[in-house]
């Protein structure tokens, strides 16, 4: 329903999830860097999908928008929330497992056609058993917090307050299918290579997957910038 304020029309795009957790197979880890999948427990949906309705529904609280609407929308927007890697895991890496979710979120000033702040969220909580239910237990409280930052932000950035983050004001939007790059994607490319060597070094186990998928990760978000050998040569 519309937030009925008398402020912006505000669009979430749907959530890009990270590469491992396009399914609604739960999943959880024992071992650094190495997905494994619960063989008889699964979300309704995948978490990424899952997640949109509950963010509209949590901006939808707030009367600083005047609309909030999952795309695609008829209505024309002032701002759209872009998430990508989104991720939600149970950890059994120490005692109480804990699960932890992520996502990486982009607010767009789409009348301006700037992008005002980006941001990587990052919510845990620990597990009350160490088997699913508790992980799902965790996951609640997780999303809920994850929900609650990320209101915050957006209300501050529209307030182009400074606590919207060092990020915003980078750089201008390109059309669909270019690379936008600005301050923010370089921090962003150090943690993914940084884990791309460390899967492919140190844990020679975890084989061609988890290879694959740090690939992938340089490819969409560094390889632009920082070439194919990451000499900044992109």
Same mark, same amino acid.
């Given at each position: 329903?519309?937030?009925?304020?008398?402020?912006?029309? @505000?669009?979430v795009s749907t959530p890009?999830?990270?590469?491992? @957790?396009?399914? !609604?197979?739960?999943?959880?880890? *024992?071992?650094?860097?190495?997905?494994?999948?619960?063989? $008889?427990?699964?979300? $309704?949906?995948?978490?990424?999908?899952? @997640?949109?309705?509950?963010?509209?529904?949590?901006?939808?609280?707030?009367? $600083?928008?005047?609309?909030?609407? !999952?795309?695609?929308?008829?209505?024309?927007?002032?701002?759209?929330?872009?998430?990508?890697?989104?991720?939600?895991?149970?950890?059994?890496?120490?005692?109480?497992?804990?699960?932890?979710?992520?996502?990486?979120?982009?607010?767009?000033?789409?009348?301006?056609?700037?992008?005002?702040?980006?941001?990587?969220?990052?919510?845990?909580e620990n597990a009350t058993?160490?088997?699913?239910?508790?992980?799902?237990?965790?996951?609640?409280?997780?999303?809920?917090?994850?929900?609650?930052?990320?209101?915050?932000?957006?209300?501050?950035?529209?307030?182009?307050?400074?606590?919207?983050?060092?990020?915003?004001?980078?750089?201008?939007?390109?059309?669909?299918?270019?690379?936008?790059?600005?301050?923010?994607?370089?921090?962003?490319?150090?943690?993914?290579?940084?884990?791309?060597?460390?899967?492919?070094?140190?844990?020679?186990? $975890?084989?061609?997957?988890?290879?694959?998928?740090?690939?992938?990760?340089?490819?969409?978000?560094?390889?632009?910038?920082?070439?194919?050998?990451? *000499?900044?040569?992109?």
């Open positions: 329903r519309p937030a009925g304020g008398n402020g912006p029309v @505000f669009l890009q999830a990270e590469p491992g @957790f396009e399914t !609604p197979r739960m999943v959880y880890v *024992k071992r650094p860097y190495e997905l494994e999948y619960f063989a $008889a427990n699964q979300w $309704a949906d995948t978490p990424a999908r899952m @997640f949109t309705p509950l963010l509209v529904q949590a901006l939808n609280q707030d009367d $600083a928008w005047r609309a909030v609407l !999952p795309l695609p929308s008829s209505l024309r927007g002032d701002y759209r929330l872009d998430t990508h890697g989104f991720l939600l895991q149970q950890e059994f890496l120490q005692q109480p497992s804990r699960m932890r979710v992520m996502v990486r979120a982009q607010l767009v000033d789409l009348k301006e056609s700037t992008i005002l702040s980006t941001r990587v969220f990052e919510i845990i058993s160490e088997n699913p239910y508790g992980g799902v237990q965790a996951a609640n409280r997780a999303v809920a917090a994850l929900l609650d930052q990320m209101a915050s932000w957006l209300r501050e950035c529209v307030r182009h307050s400074p606590e919207c983050g060092r990020y915003r004001g980078a750089c201008k939007t390109k059309e669909i299918g270019d690379v936008v790059k600005g301050p923010g994607l370089s921090v962003l490319c150090v943690l993914t290579t940084a884990c791309w060597l460390v899967a492919s070094t140190s844990d020679p186990a $975890a084989g061609e997957r988890n290879l694959a998928r740090g690939k992938k990760l340089y490819e969409n978000y560094c390889f632009a910038c920082h070439g194919s050998q990451g *000499k900044g040569d992109g």
